[in-house]
């Protein structure tokens, strides 16, 4: 099955800067690598979304860029904000199986 | 739209007790996964229906617990007898399309379960 792998697992930042979270997945026939947000409380969020025929897509201060070769995937936020402090989870979906990492700890220190 | 609406938002329950948890998804969507969150295995499938039908129930770590969904609005799942080890954050998510679609899930805010 598929095999998901997030790095770092904590992330401090100071606001303003760029924040970059990266996943690797094991399964070539993985075609959709949503990630979400998880605020304190809360059930994860889905914040943005690429398919494999996509390499990069993009909304607002939040990318995500897509290498299916390397079978790597990253999520960028610029101009961080404290709000953006949360804990972020990027996942790989197959035909049969979607797999979450085990989730990045933001912290947006103003 | 409320969202996926899931109850209790805590549980605070005694070893060997029955807890049920219940979930209401979006309507429309016909797809509803069960999902168990820990610090130590992150978060991990229990259960996936479409159409009201469980579809793979291999995540469900032992007899002990066991999942319905009578009709396209609500689902259960069920711990009986209850142990310390199954204290987790339990969420709901539901999806319009069937998981080989691959599109992102709407979650619950969860129930934290404790078991003392």
């Known amino acids: 099955g598929e095999n998901v792998e997030q790095h770092p697992s904590t992330l401090s930042v100071q606001e303003g800067d760029s924040a970059v979270i990266k996943c690797t997945y094991s399964?070539?026939?993985?075609?959709?690598f949503p990630w979400y947000k998880q605020e304190l409380g809360k059930g994860p969020q889905l914040i943005i979304d690429?398919?494999?025929?996509?390499g990069e897509k993009k909304d607002q201060r939040i990318a995500v860029t897509l290498n299916k070769t390397a079978k790597h995937f990253s999520l960028h936020i610029t101009e961080t904000q404290p709000e953006d402090s949360a804990v972020y989870f990027c996942a790989a979906s197959g035909l049969n199986d979607m797999r979450f990492g085990a989730g990045t700890r933001l912290t947006v220190k103003p | 739209d409320a969202g996926v609406i899931q109850s209790p938002r805590h549980e605070v329950t005694e070893m060997g007790q029955e807890v049920t948890l219940r979930c209401k998804p979006i309507?429309?969507?016909?797809?509803l996964f069960w999902y168990r969150q820990t610090m130590m295995r992150g978060l991990e499938l229990l259960i996936y229906f479409n159409n009201n039908v469980p579809i793979d129930d291999s995540g469900m770590p032992e007899d002990r617990f066991s999942a319905k969904m009578p009709n396209a609005s609500f689902s259960t799942l069920k711990i009986q007898p209850s142990e310390p080890r199954d204290s987790a954050v339990y969420f709901c998510?539901?999806?319009?399309?069937?998981?080989?679609?691959?599109?992102?899930?709407?979650f619950g805010s969860g129930t934290r379960l404790t078991v003392v």
């Open positions: 690429i398919r494999s025929n996509v």
């Open positions: 399964d070539s026939a993985s075609n959709y």
């Open positions: 998510a539901s999806s319009f399309y069937p998981r080989d679609r691959g599109d992102g899930y709407t």
């Open positions: 309507s429309g969507h016909n797809s």
